[in-house]
């Protein structure tokens, strides 16, 4: 079985690990509690006939304390970059925080996941913003790991992203 790393990119509380808590055990938990270092989770996922054993690596978040290890990032075949959708802020930094990852892994595939879609109500990223970044290719994808809402999805997409290479 192939196995591919993942790792999960942005500001912190954007909701990287509550996404992949959801996608791996279904569980959502209120409480948030600050990743230190690294965690790292499995799950095998089915891409049309081939089945892929996800390592995802649920990297700590970046603020002003903490710089992105780029070495996390070694030997990863994509990312998903999240952004938390109630605070713009977090989409200047996953701007930011691409570039350096391109730079370190070169160009692999990635989505831009614009999470806690259930608190649309107070999201300051606004459509204009998004459509700008979708004109420059980028894939984006709505979520909530609160209510699940495409988490399946955005590892699906990313994994077959992968295998097409």
Request: glycine share 6%; net charge neutral; aromatic share 10%.
């Amino acid at each position: 079985m192939l196995q591919k790393k993942i790792c999960m990119v942005g500001a912190f509380a954007t909701g990287k690990t509550s996404l992949v808590a959801k996608f791996v055990y279904s569980i959502f938990s209120e409480k948030y509690q600050t990743t230190v270092g690294v965690k790292i989770d499995k799950k095998t996922v089915q891409v049309k006939e081939q089945e892929l054993s996800l390592i995802l690596w649920d990297l700590y978040g970046e603020d002003e304390f903490q710089k992105l290890r780029t070495s996390y990032l070694r030997g990863s075949s994509g990312y998903l970059l999240v952004v938390d959708g109630t605070r713009k802020t977090t989409f200047e930094k996953a701007l930011e925080l691409q570039q350096r990852v391109e730079e370190n892994l070169g160009k692999v595939p990635f989505i831009l996941v614009l999470n806690k879609w259930d608190l649309q109500d107070e999201w300051e990223l606004d459509s204009a913003t998004i459509e700008t970044i979708e004109n420059k290719g980028w894939s984006t994808i709505k979520t909530s790991a609160k209510t699940g809402l495409n988490v399946e999805e955005i590892f699906n997409i990313l994994a077959s992203k992968i295998l097409k290479g």
